[in-house]
C-alpha cells in the first residue's frame, strides 16, 4: 500500500544574522525557508513518503522562490490556495554558548494566518491519501484556521485516514481571545497520533507537571515511575485509543544536547535509546523531525512501537547536524543511526 501524507499548516520567510552575530549587530541576513508543518513535510519526502502539502500563499515573487523551494524537495503543491498579502517571516538568532536562541516572528496577517473555512475543499485534497497532520500553531494563529484545521480532520476521519498532530503550543501566538485548551480540545478528540514536550501536553490536557529532564550524559537513568503516572493523566483526559509521543532534550550548552523519547501507548511506557549530541549544527525544526519520524515510523513499523519511536528520536537527532529548518536526510541515515554504537568514521 502506498501512503500518501497531507501536511497543513503555514511556510515562513526565517532571516538569520551571518555566523553568531545577535539581531541588534547585523545588517545582512541568510535567508531560507521553514516552518513546523513545512519541515515535517520535507523530512517525510526525505524518507522516501509520498508529501503533500497544503497551505494559502500571496501571489508574488517570494512565494513562486518558495513554491520552487518546496517542489524541489519532492513535496506534492497541487492543493496549495492563493489569496492574501504576504508570505509571514521570522527571524532567527543563533544560540551561542550559554546564550540561547532568539526568535522574532513577524507573520500577523499573512495569507495563511487570514484563511477562513471554506476556502479548502479538504474533500478533494484528502481523497487517496492514507494520513493527516496537523500542528497546534495554525489554530493558534487565528480563529480561521483553527476552522480550517477542525474542518480538514473531520473530513480526514469520515475518509477513514489516520490524523497525527504536532501540539507545537506557542504562547505567544494565542492572541485572539481562545485558550487552546478550548480551541483544541475537538481537534485532539479526533487525532490518532500525538507528539510533543511535557509543557504542551500540560496546556492541551490540563494535566499536571511531568518529572524533570536534567540528564547530563546518555547513561543517566530516567524516571519512567514518573513518566507512567503522567502519561497515565493524559490518556484519562484524552482517551485509550490514541498513542502519544514525547521528545526529552536536555540543553547543556548550545553545542552539547542530550536527546531521548518516550511514548505512551494502551497503558503502556516504551522508552527510547538516548543520544548526546556534542556538536549542534542547528537545533531549528528537531522537534518536527521527530515528528516525521514518528508519522515514518508508525507507517513502517505498525508492528513495533518501539522502533518506531527509535526511528524518530534518530531523525530527530541528525536534524541537529543540518543546518537550516529542513531535514535532509534520508530514512537508510536514520536507520543507520539506530543500528550504530556512534563509533562508525567515514561512510565509504
Known sequence: MEHRIVNFGEVLLRLTPPGFL????????????????????????????????????PKNDIAE????????????????????????????????????????????????????????????????ATWFHWSGIGPGLSQGIADSTLEAIRAAKELGLTVSCDLNYRKNLWQYGKSALEVMAPMLALTDALFGTPGEY????????????????ADEAIDLAGWERFFSEVEAKAGKDKKFFVALRNTLDANHHILTGLLWSQGKLIPARTHAIDHVVDCVGVGD???????????????????ALEFAVAAATLKNTIYGDFNLVTADEVKALMQSDGSEGISR
Open 22 to 57: 545577535k539581531l541588534s549587530q547585523t545588517n545582512t541576513f541568510a535567508a531560507t525557508f521553514g516552518g513546523s508543518e513545512t519541515n515535517c513535510a520535507v523530512s517525510l519526502a526525505h524518507f522516501g513518503l509520498k508529501s503533500d502539502f497544503v497551505t494559502r500563499f
Open 65 to 128: 522562490a518558495c513554491l520552487a523551494e518546496l517542489r524541489s524537495h519532492g513535496l506534492g503543491t497541487g492543493h496549495i490556495v492563493f489569496g492574501g498579502e504576504r508570505l509571514g517571516l521570522y527571524y532567527y538568532e543563533n544560540p551561542a554558548a550559554q546564550r540561547v536562541s532568539k526568535v522574532v516572528y513577524d507573520r500577523a496577517n499573512s495569507s495563511f494566518a487570514t484563511l477562513q473555512a471554506g476556502m479548502i475543499d479538504w474533500t478533494k485534497v484528502l481523497a487517496g
Open 202 to 217: 500540560k496546556v492541551a490536557y490540563g494535566v499536571g507537571s511531568a518529572p524533570a529532564y536534567k540528564v547530563r550524559t
Open 289 to 307: 523531525a521527530f515528528a516525521a519520524g514518528m508519522i515514518y515510523g508508525l507507517i513502517h513499523y505498525p508492528a513495533s512501537d518501539a522502533l
